[in-house]
């Protein structure tokens, strides 16, 4: 698991106490139903759990990269 994969499956807006610790406990109880989905999901939470300012700071920088819009140039003729 690196950081672009766990971004790619949780997303960029996530909470670390309201959101991805207790999915990570959830999806912990019975790993027995879990689809590969699900484990997943809960590995990339555990790995950014781990990372939290690293996956902030990553966040942040692809927020503000898509919320800016991009310089084009039109030569006026």
Known sequence: MDMDRAIAV????R?????LRP???ALG???WLNTPGD?????????VLRRWSAYQTE?????DARSQPTQRTRKLT
């Open 59 to 63: 966040c942040n920088r692809r927020r």
């Open 15 to 19: 909470t670390r106490d309201n959101d």
């Open 39 to 47: 484990e997943l999901r809960r590995d990339a939470a555990k790995y």
């Open 10 to 13: 949780l997303g960029i807006n």
């Open 29 to 31: 109880m019975m790993t």
């Open 23 to 25: 999915m990570v406990r």
